[in-house]
């Protein structure tokens, strides 16, 4: 290597680099003349690529004229010295009347550079006839410097140079070697040994014509029917595979990877047999004997629209395919939101989500075309007379899941006094309740009830809506219109009741309109209830009587949740005929009563346990010789409410907080009082 004698050199005598004094000069005299300009620095020894400050002794260093003595060694810029090159040179500071100057010497260390070719990573493929010009640059302690090159190349004629340029002469592969021409290093390093291929003036193009369009493209769609909903699709393509070689057009033959999905005949035609992806392949043999290869992207589709109508459909039927996809459709994928759907030959889609309105879009493909359903309607059945008992009759060990719905009135009473009673234990295989959804869609709904009314009970998260609930009470024993319930309240459960008008043809003093009891964790929105009384149902003297218009026991004020304080109860608005609690009963030895928010001034003389913004204000305690105190419940335990006087004779009011408009639960005698009160309609119901 040309420089390894000066690198040992600068290696083993580093005290006789760059030892030349810094002085001042004045007029051209020698340094010693005067001492008015000096440096920082006498003397520096830099590798190649450092870069060093050097400082004047003056005030304004602005004033400062800087030189180099040669700049291929170092370069100077206000100071600021850049090693460019091996060797030896002056930096020269001058301030108009005296100067100064360092000696500056530059070395490579033991640091040798390696050659890079900036434009390719590992090898050259050129075309016959075309050309490539190679870009150097060296790398030298982690810099890279722009560096001139030198080639060699065999003599098989594969290429020929043309400057930094090689030129694709033949076809064939070969190497060319590549040297870094850089500050006289001839080290391994900067040599590199290249891989260049030549191919054959070859080329291959794809012409597509579909509807009439002539194309060159590597892609093709392809639709499995000529037409839908309105829209044209092209359901064939003629194919053309063109090889040009050494000018000259050749024929190359046609296939495809997948004749199931696309059929080629032998004049380039492709047809679209299925849904699915295939190749179209030209090939072409060179008169070398070399196979070249070209291919068209052919997807089939089914084509797709939306649906501008919802969809509504059971999950326990086929879907309708001939209805909105004609004879012979068969379904070829099916999704809904994001999941895919598992489907029969006789179009039953598994796995549906059923949330009425509130289900996910549907989107189906058949060989007839697709249609998407922004709009969708999922429930699991439509209830009739005819299976509505057998639909929601429970039985040991069944819990009634699902999405049902009506899609008529009902009008003929339905005999559910079969309905039994509940049961819930936590992972008892033997349980027993409604945890869906019901959703009457504004229809009517008759029914016959006995104590478990029509759902016997409902756990986890049901959902009762949109119904008009025409119930007739079978007896005067207790019985429910809704759910018995035996239980009040599970951790996490929680019941909505919204949009229901509920009427009776009868009642009894021990009837009540939606539960025996109360689901705690209980939503009501939009709740119209009108009762008509049986003649033998008088007003109510005492809470002990245990009549109640919407539930027999309510035991929120001992157990809570409060929620129907906090806006889970807006617009329930009770009509009676005559003044009743909204509930009344007994749970062990404790009395549970409660009333409607608009029905404390009947309750005579009483205290509350806190202010209209807290919940305590639902709680009212009967005072001290108030001729009302029948009316309140007996609480003996619940003493917290009125700390002082221990006062436990207690009712709950159905406040909410004064920020919910029409919180709460109001009551009235009459139709009337409740129009003359402002509300002409709860929910979708007219008041009437």
Excluded at 417 to 424: A, V
Excluded at 438 to 453: C, E, L, P, S
Excluded at 478 to 491: D, E, Q, V
Aim: aromatic share 10%; charged share 20%.
């Amino acid at each position: 290597m040309k420089k390894s004698k000066t690198i040992l050199a600068l290696a083993l005598l580093p005290l006789a680099l760059g030892v030349v004094a810094c002085g001042s000069e004045q007029g051209g005299a020698s340094s010693s003349l005067t001492t008015n300009l000096t440096l920082s620095d006498a003397s520096l020894s830099l590798l190649f690529g450092d870069t060093y400050e050097l400082s004047a002794n003056v005030s304004d260093p602005s004033k400062l004229t800087w030189t180099s003595t040669d700049e291929r060694v170092a370069r100077v810029e206000e100071g600021t010295v850049t090693a460019t090159g091996a060797g030896k040179a002056q930096i020269v500071v001058s301030d108009g009347v005296s100067s100064a100057s360092c000696s500056v010497e530059v070395g490579f260390g033991a640091y040798l550079p390696s050659l890079e070719i900036e434009n390719i990573e590992n090898n050259i493929v050129l075309a016959k006839g075309s050309s490539f010009a190679l870009k150097g640059q060296v790398s030298f302690r982690g810099k890279r410097y722009s560096c001139p090159i030198a080639m060699e190349l065999p003599s098989d004629g594969i290429l020929q140079l043309d400057g930094n340029s090689i030129l694709g002469k033949k076809a064939g592969t070969t190497h060319i070697t590549v040297k870094g021409q850089w500050q006289e290093f001839d080290n391994a390093e900067m040599k590199k040994t290249i891989e260049v291929k030549v191919g054959e003036d070859i080329s291959m193009r794809s012409e597509i014509v579909a509807g009439g369009q002539n194309t060159v493209s590597n892609r093709l769609e392809l639709s499995l029917i000529d037409s839908w909903q309105g829209k044209s699709y092209n359901t064939s393509a003629k194919v053309r595979f063109v090889a040009v070689e050494n000018g000259t057009e050749k024929k190359a033959t046609i296939s495809a990877d997948d004749s199931g999905v696309v059929e080629v005949s032998s004049d380039g035609t492709v047809t679209a047999k299925k849904v699915g992806t295939a190749l179209v392949s030209g090939t072409f043999i060179s008169e070398t004997g070399t196979t070249y290869t070209a291919n068209i992207r052919v997807e089939v589709i089914s084509p797709l629209a939306t649906a501008t109508e919802q969809l509504k459909i059971s999950s326990e039927a086929p879907f309708p395919l001939k209805q909105y996809f004609g004879e012979g459709a068969s379904i070829l994928q099916a999704k809904q939101g994001d999941r895919e759907l598992k489907f029969s030959s006789n179009g039953f889609l598994y796995d549906l989500e059923e949330k009425g309105a509130d289900s996910e879009p549907i989107l189906l493909i058949t060989n007839k075309g697709g249609l998407y359903f922004p709009d969708t309607f999922v429930y699991t059945r439509a209830l009739t007379k005819d299976n509505f008992l057998s639909t929601l009759r429970l039985q040991t060990g069944r819990v009634i899941d699902g999405y049902y719905i009506l899609d008529q009135d009902i009008i003929d009473p339905i005999d559910m006094t079969s309905q039994i009673q509940p049961y819930y234990v936590d992972g008892d295989e033997k349980n027993r309740y409604f945890r869906g959804t019901f959703d009457g869609q504004g229809h009517t709904i008759a029914a016959k009830v006995g104590r478990a009314g029509i759902f016997g009970g409902i756990g986890e998260t049901p959902t009762i809506k949109n119904t008009h609930f025409e119930f007739t009470f079978a007896n005067k024993d207790f019985c429910s219109g809704l759910a018995w319930n035996t239980w009040t309240n599970w951790k996490g459960w929680k019941a909505t009741l919204s949009n229901l008008y509920i009427t009776t043809t009868n009642y009894y003093d021990h009837s009540y309109a939606l539960f025996e009891a109360r689901f705690n964790s209980l939503v009501m929105n939009d709740i119209y209830v009108k009762l008509t009384l049986d003649p033998s149902c008088g007003e109510v003297k005492a809470a002990t009587e245990e009549k109640g218009a919407l539930f027999r026991t309510d035991n929120t004020i001992t157990n809570g949740p409060s929620t129907s304080f906090e806006g889970d109860f807006r617009n329930v608005q009770v009509v009676t005929e005559k003044f009743m609690p909204i509930s009344s009963g007994y749970i062990s030895t404790n009395l549970f009563t409660s009333y409607a928010r608009n029905d404390k001034d009947k309750l005579g003389d009483y205290e509350t346990a806190g202010v209209s913004a807290q919940v305590m204000c639902c709680v009212l305690g009967s005072k001290p010789d108030n001729e009302k105190a029948a009316l309140f419940g007996k609480l003996p335990g619940a003493t917290w409410y009125f700390a002082a006087s221990k006062n436990t004779d207690l009712v709950w009011v159905y406040e909410a907080q004064p920020t919910i408009n029409n919180g709460g639960i109001y009551r009235y005698d009459t139709v009337k009082e409740l129009q003359d009160s402002g509300v002409s309609s709860v929910g979708s119901w007219v008041v009437e």
